[in-house]
């Protein structure tokens, strides 16, 4: 059954936090993976996860980095992994696979936003190939440990921005006949992400595997705006004219703990036993718009067409032959 795209009256909102939603469940003998989870709302979902008990695997590029930030946290297992590097993908996939036989979530955190225009030895922009193929590969490798798990969560993380044409990055996702913006190719990403988790839970369903995209809400304080015009940021609102993080949770604008929040409400919340596939933001389930409703376009709410199956399965194909990832 499809889960539809509507509020489904949870009781958390905007301003919650990962301890409000996490209270009272309790995770002992589970295993979660989060990529990207060593700085920003990734560091405070490993901490909360940790704390409701979980084994917590986090693979990071600067292990020593990954150690710095965090300290303090010292059941945490780091494991190397590069998300633009396949093989080190596949290496990191086997270790987890040799030490755990169940997976029960996996939170694909970890992204890069709005940088200069950068691509690997195959020509893959780093954009797309970090937050969509990076993690569709991870996905894909860790899928018999999830599957094992009986009833295991995958969250990847979105954006409010996702609002580019779906054509253009099915056809051209490295933008070899396009100019390049920044900016149009992270909302490329984050749009894919979304069909992303239709696909892979129009897959997992039967075998107790559920997706879901979260918008986590604007977060000045972390890594990923470190490419961000601070014009741009002030701007929109998000930092004041003295360049401090505006806090504004119904607008938007968070701290790194209100804004881990709905991944930790979409990786455990049992509002959303027997769900998937659904975009979720302000640790609710989020609006489905008309196509051209582009006046209503806001936090809450989501295009039809970055929920559409059939631009999911041509997404995964494309995935599939730009990776050479499959599901066993």
């Known amino acids: ?14 301003a919650s936090t990962a301890e409000d939603v996490i209270q009272g469940i309790d995770l002992t003998g589970k295993t979660a993976i989060v990529t990207g989870g060593y700085s920003g709302i990734g560091r405070e979902a490993v901490r909360v996860l940790l704390a409701a008990g979980a084994k917590v695997i986090v693979p990071a ?31 990191f996939a086997e270790r987890v696979l040799a030490g755990n036989d ?14 200069p225009l950068t691509r690997d030895a195959r020509g893959f922009e780093s954009q797309f190939f970090t937050n969509v193929l990076g993690h569709f590969q ?7 440990a999830l599957v094992a798990a009986g009833n295991a969560r995958v969250v990847f993380l979105n954006s409010a921005n996702h609002r580019g044409k779906v054509v253009d990055f099915l056809h051209d996702p490295n ?13 490329n990403s984050k749009a894919a992400n979304i069909l992303l ?21 604007g977060i000045f304080d972390t890594g990923l705006v470190r490419h961000m015009d601070l014009a741009i940021a002030k701007a929109h609102g998000m930092i004041d004219e003295d360049g401090k993080p505006v806090i504004d949770p119904e607008k938007g604008w968070k701290t ?70 499959r599901l066993d």
Not at 175 to 187: I, M, S
Not at 291 to 303: A, F, L, M, P, Y
């Open 1 to 14: 059954m499809v889960t539809e795209q509507a509020p489904i009256g949870s009781p958390f909102g905007a």
């Open 61 to 91: 590029r600067n292990l020593e980095k990954a150690k710095d930030t965090l300290a303090g946290l010292d059941d945490v297992q780091l494991e190397a992994m590069d998300l633009m590097d396949p093989a080190s993908i596949d290496a």
């Open 102 to 115: 169940t997976l029960e979530i996996l939170v694909n955190c970890a992204g890069v936003m709005a940088n």
């Open 138 to 144: 991870l996905t894909c490798a860790l899928w018999s």
């Open 175 to 187: 933008f070899e006949h396009r100019a390049y913006d920044p900016w149009v190719a992270y909302g």
């Open 197 to 217: 988790s239709v696909a892979f839970d129009s897959i997992g369903k039967a075998e107790g595997v559920r997706t879901f995209s979260v918008h986590p809400g």
């Open 256 to 325: 790194p703990e209100q804004g881990a929040s709905t991944m930790i409400w979409a990786a455990t919340s049992a509002l959303l036993d027997g769900k998937g596939g659904v975009y979720l933001t302000n640790n609710e389930v989020g609006k489905l718009l008309a196509e051209d409703d582009d006046d209503q376009i806001g936090n809450d709410s989501v295009k039809p067409s970055v929920k559409d199956p059939v631009n999911a399965g041509r997404l995964w194909r494309l995935c599939e032959a730009l990776t050479g990832a």
